[in-house]
Structure formats: C-alpha cells, structure tokens
Nanobody, 124 residues
C-alpha cells in the first residue's frame, strides 16, 4: 500500500503565492511520475504539472511561467510552487504518483495513487 499526504493549500489574494507538497510513503520500489491535478468547481479534473524521476517536467499552458514543479527522490516528495496566482487557479489540487510496488513474477506490480486533495482559493 502506498499513501500520499498533501499540504499547503489555503486562501491567497490574486498575485500571491502558495507552495503545495506531497509525500509518498508505504511499500514501493520506485516512483516514476509525480503530478499535480486541479479540479475547479463544476469542472473536470485536469493535469497542471508533472515531473519524471529524472526531472523532466511538463505544464498545462495555463500555468506555464507561473508554476514550478520539483521533487526530491530521496524524500519521495513533490512540490508545486505557485506564483502570480489568479482567481481561475481556484480549485482542489490533487497529487498523483505512480511507480512500482512489490515484486510480481519477473517484474514488479504497478501502482497509481491519489492524494486526498488540498483546496486552493484565490480571492480578494
């Protein structure tokens, strides 16, 4: 079993900054992708940013230049630094992690888990 613990959400004024964190714990061999998704009120969940184990990153067009994703493989932690926040960034942010867990045959079992979500509200 792999668990994720998220933190860092809250209320911030437009133009402000927040930093989200997500730490994985439990029984796994390695973590591959670590990602942040956002679900705005009344909308579908969408990918905001992702980072591979080697540090390759990808961002949604709406957050490029404002958000920065980073990770520490030794701490099994991913962060999302959010700057120049806008009201349309409001939503619940979810951490998503995948990788390999216990051994299965000649390989390893794949896992994918979601965090509990943390609310980010951008409002004056």
């Amino acid at each position: 079993q792999v668990q994720l613990v998220e933190s860092g959400g809250g209320l911030v004024q437009p133009g402000g900054s927040l930093r989200l964190s997500c730490t994985a714990s439990g029984n796994f061999v390695n973590i591959n992708y670590m990602s942040w998704y956002r679900q705005a009120p009344g909308k579908q969940r969408e990918l905001v940013a992702m980072i591979t184990s080697r540090g390759t990153t990808n961002y949604a067009d709406s957050v490029k230049g404002r958000f920065t994703i980073s990770r520490d493989n030794a701490k099994n932690t991913v962060w999302l630094q959010m700057d120049s926040l806008m009201p349309e960034d409001t939503g619940v942010f979810y951490c998503n992690v995948d990788g390999s867990s216990e051994k299965e045959g000649d390989g390893y079992k794949y896992f994918e888990v979601w965090g509990q979500g943390t609310l980010v509200t951008v409002s004056s």
